[in-house]
């Protein structure tokens, strides 16, 4: 089965604190996500990445950024956290042309 | 603009059947998929049709028409676990995926 982790399931932070989400998958695929899910809304797509150390730009990019260092592991830094942050992450990961698989999620709350 | 619409929530009775729909304008089609995300879980692969036609995996089927830019998701046999929100997604031109914002389904016994 394939796994895609997250580093946190629940995470509180303050204004203005950097905040790191991590996500590892064990297929070996080329491609990872990070979206977020707001309600009414759907899943929005921050950032993706199709190989190491590459990465694109999704919807909402702004007051993200992201990092991948080696193929399984890909992070998504909020600079300086915000309230209109506050919201459900999801990392997926994909081969190219196939669906994607997604980790559990991250809900960040910032105070 | 890319558009995908879904109701917004539904309701039907155990044991019933109900379809989901799903229409879309997008920049190009590769393909649309069908997922379900149980509350506070992650959106698991459900199915994906990228030529006309219906395709039947269980209890689940789902149906496309390209040139009406249209898909359904038909659940037969319905049963209390089947209680979840069912998202589409179409690829695009760019091989992204463009998300419709979900429907929340609710089983009544």
């Known amino acids: 089965d394939v796994k895609v982790t997250q580093s946190s399931r629940y995470l509180v932070k303050r204004t203005g604190e950097k905040v790191f989400l991590e996500c590892v998958q064990d297929?070996?695929?080329?491609?990872m996500f990070w979206y977020r899910q707001d309600p009414g809304l759907g899943l929005r797509l921050i950032y993706f990445?199709?190989?190491?150390?590459?990465?694109e730009k999704g919807d909402i990019p702004e007051g993200y950024s992201v990092s991948r260092e080696k193929k399984e592991r890909f992070s998504l830094i909020l600079e300086s956290a915000s309230t209109n942050q506050t919201s459900m992450y999801l990392c997926?990961?994909?081969?190219?042309?196939?669906?994607?698989?997604f980790g559990p999620g991250t809900r960040l709350t910032v105070t | 603009g890319q558009n995908i619409d879904q109701p917004t929530e539904m309701t039907a009775t155990e044991g019933a059947i109900v379809q989901i729909n799903c229409t879309y304008q997008?920049?190009?089609?590769?393909?649309l998929f069908w997922y379900q995300q149980h509350a506070g879980e992650a959106p698991t692969f459900l199915s994906y049709?990228?030529l006309d036609g219906l395709e039947e995996k269980g209890r689940f089927s789902s149906f496309l028409s390209r040139s009406k830019g249209y898909s359904y998701l038909l659940l037969k046999e319905l049963q209390m676990k089947d209680s979840a929100s069912y998202l589409c997604a179409v690829r695009d031109s760019n091989y992204q995926l463009i998300w419709g914002a979900g429907t929340k389904l609710i089983i009544k016994p």
């Open positions: 049709n990228v």
């Open positions: 990445s199709y190989d190491v150390k590459m990465k």
């Open positions: 297929m070996d695929h080329e491609n």
């Open positions: 997926a990961s994909g081969r190219r042309g196939y669906e994607q698989y």
């Open positions: 997008t920049s190009g089609f590769n393909g």
